[in-house]
């Protein structure tokens, strides 16, 4: 697991350089990055049973992911301010690491967890596709983003969790990567959107 944590942490680091990289890119650029960006998170969890993921796989995919993050966290810079971000990326962070070491350090099980974040996750993509048609209110769209915070930190648990209870061989320790770099990076966007109309009415 510590070669996970490892490997997870230098993939936020890249991500980090991705959004830094970001503001030199076309915004014509950005939709085109983010079918590339799904197209290769497809590839990494359908081919994952035939073929181990290579670190540079991994490290390409975040970068891209942080470029493709650079619009929204510019959007919450411009509307919000810096104080909004970095409070969402520090909440982020401090509900991550108490998830994950009490995941690590619990003596239960939380595998059991997969298929209700599975439907429940399923159903965050569904109103998401919804709301670009039929907006959601600033409400709804707090309802939605608290929903996503317990999802993605269910995820967490559950990932964690799982690591613990079955063991990581070397080759799976890019995917393993993957899976917690996806929480953590789902998880500080429902908690910025979360900021970001709090403070919209304040």
Same mark, same amino acid.
């Given at each position: 697991m510590p070669?996970?944590?490892?490997?997870? $942490? &230098?993939?936020? @680091?890249? @991500?980090?350089?991705?959004t830094? @990289?970001?503001v030199?890119?076309?915004?014509?650029? &950005?939709?085109?990055?983010?079918?590339l #960006?799904?197209?290769?998170l497809?590839?990494?969890?359908f081919v994952?049973r035939?073929?181990?993921?290579?670190?540079?796989f991994?490290y390409? &995919?975040?970068?891209?992911?942080g470029i493709?993050?650079?619009?929204?966290?510019?959007?919450y810079l $411009?509307? *919000? +301010?810096a104080?909004?971000?970095?409070?969402?990326?520090a909440?982020?962070?401090?509900?991550?690491?108490?998830? @994950?070491?009490?995941?690590?350090k619990?003596?239960?099980?939380?595998s059991?967890?997969g298929g &209700?974040?599975l439907?429940?996750?399923?159903s965050?993509v $569904?109103?998401?596709?919804f709301?670009?048609f039929?907006?959601?209110s600033?409400?709804?769209m707090?309802?939605?983003?608290?929903?996503?915070?317990?999802?993605f930190? +269910?995820?967490?648990?559950f990932d964690?969790?799982?690591?613990?209870?079955?063991?990581?061989?070397? #080759? #799976?320790?890019?995917?393993?990567?993957?899976n917690?770099?996806?929480?953590f990076?789902?998880l500080?966007? *429902?908690i910025?959107?979360?900021?970001?109309?709090?403070?919209?009415?304040?």
């Open positions: 070669s996970v944590i490892r490997t997870f $942490a &230098f993939s936020l @680091a890249i @991500a980090f350089l991705g830094m @990289a970001g030199f890119v076309p915004p014509a650029l &950005f939709m085109p990055l983010a079918i #960006e799904f197209v290769m497809m590839i990494a969890f994952r035939k073929k181990a993921m290579s670190y540079s991994l390409l &995919f975040t970068f891209i992911s493709t993050l650079y619009p929204i966290v510019a959007y $411009a509307t *919000s +301010g104080n909004v971000v970095i409070m969402a990326f909440s982020t962070t401090v509900v991550f690491s108490g998830i @994950a070491i009490y995941a690590a619990s003596k239960q099980n939380f059991f967890l &209700f974040l439907a429940a996750l399923l965050l $569904a109103i998401s596709i709301n670009i039929f907006p959601l600033s409400t709804g707090l309802a939605y983003s608290f929903i996503g915070v317990l999802v930190s +269910g995820y967490v648990l964690i969790s799982r690591m613990k209870q079955y063991g990581v061989r070397a #080759e #799976e320790v890019p995917l393993m990567a993957l917690l770099y996806l929480d990076i789902n500080f966007i *429902s910025l959107r979360i900021f970001g109309i709090l403070n919209s009415k304040d």
